[in-house]
């Protein structure tokens, strides 16, 4: 939303974009939230970059992980070393990677519950 389309909202002084940006992502400035304060159409204008970015997060959040049949290799233990470095880094950062390799630890258990034969961990020597 440009300036002008915000004097029409009813902000007679709106603070810049970069100030609206560092308001959603709560690191604003005191002078900032003063305005959020005493300003309805910047405060709504905050709220709808919060919302735009919690849509991004939903679609987005596991952009840069590896893909489920990686963890699934990493748990069995057919990565190579540095594959398996870089997945173990990952997982120290990702609490979504994190809980997802839980759930294929937990389901060792089940699946001898079930008759399926529990996976085994497989260490390969390198040639």
Same mark, same amino acid.
């Given at each position: 939303?440009?300036?002008?389309?915000?004097?029409?909202?009813?902000?007679?002084?709106?603070?810049?974009?970069?100030?609206?940006?560092?308001?959603? +992502?709560?690191?604003?400035?005191? =002078?900032?939230?003063? @305005? #959020?304060?005493? /300003? $309805?159409? &910047? !405060?709504?204008?905050?709220?709808?970059?919060?919302?735009?970015?919690?849509?991004?997060?939903?679609?987005?959040?596991?952009?840069?992980?590896?893909?489920?049949?990686?963890?699934?290799?990493?748990?069995?233990?057919?990565? +190579?070393?540095?594959?398996?470095? =870089?997945?173990?880094? @990952? #997982?120290?950062? /990702? $609490?979504? &990677? !994190?809980?997802?390799?839980?759930?294929?630890?937990?389901?060792?258990?089940?699946?001898?519950?079930?008759?399926?034969?529990?996976?085994?961990?497989?260490?390969?020597?390198?040639?």
């Amino acid at each position: 939303m440009s300036i002008e389309e915000r004097l029409q909202d009813g902000c007679a002084t709106p603070p810049g974009d970069n100030a609206l940006m560092a308001a959603a +992502d709560g690191e604003a400035d005191e =002078a900032t939230l003063a @305005h #959020l304060r005493s /300003c $309805p159409s &910047c !405060a709504s204008r905050v709220a709808e970059i919060r919302a735009f970015q919690a849509r991004l997060r939903l679609r987005l959040y596991r952009l840069y992980c590896p893909a489920s049949d990686i963890l699934v290799d990493y748990c069995q233990g057919f990565l +190579d070393p540095y594959q398996r470095a =870089a997945v173990t880094h @990952h #997982l120290g950062l /990702c $609490p979504h &990677c !994190a809980a997802e390799l839980v759930l294929m630890e937990r389901a060792a258990p089940l699946a001898e519950a079930f008759g399926y034969p529990a996976p085994s961990l497989v260490i390969m020597p390198l040639p």
